[in-house]
């Protein structure tokens, strides 16, 4: 079953600063995901929360099984800050979900 992947609007402005080469490789990490949401190295944060490492940059994003929909909430370089804040990222994927 393919599943919907949705991009939060934060996670769009980011990929535009990224430069091309990793960010096509980060776009088709992401699409990757739509046939396989938990792929081998994904690690679960907290809830329906995953995070997978691609290269330097880590992916944050939820899975909605029973709607079929991914959502990518966060696109980071892996720092301290990366995974601050799990529970307002989570809530900012349930909104998102919902429109």
Request: hydrophobic share 35%; glycine share 6%.
């Amino acid at each position: 079953m393919a599943y919907n992947l949705k991009l939060h609007r934060d996670v769009e402005k980011h990929l535009h600063r990224i430069p091309k080469k990793q960010r096509e490789r980060l776009v088709a990490t992401m699409r990757s995901l739509r046939d396989d949401p938990r792929p081998q190295g994904a690690v679960k944060l907290m809830g329906p929360l995953y995070r997978i490492r691609k290269g330097e940059y880590r992916i944050v994003y939820a899975v909605f099984d029973e709607q079929a929909v991914i959502i990518v909430s966060k696109v980071a370089r892996r720092t301290e800050a990366t995974y601050r804040d799990l529970a307002q990222l989570l809530e900012r994927a349930g909104r998102q979900l919902g429109d």
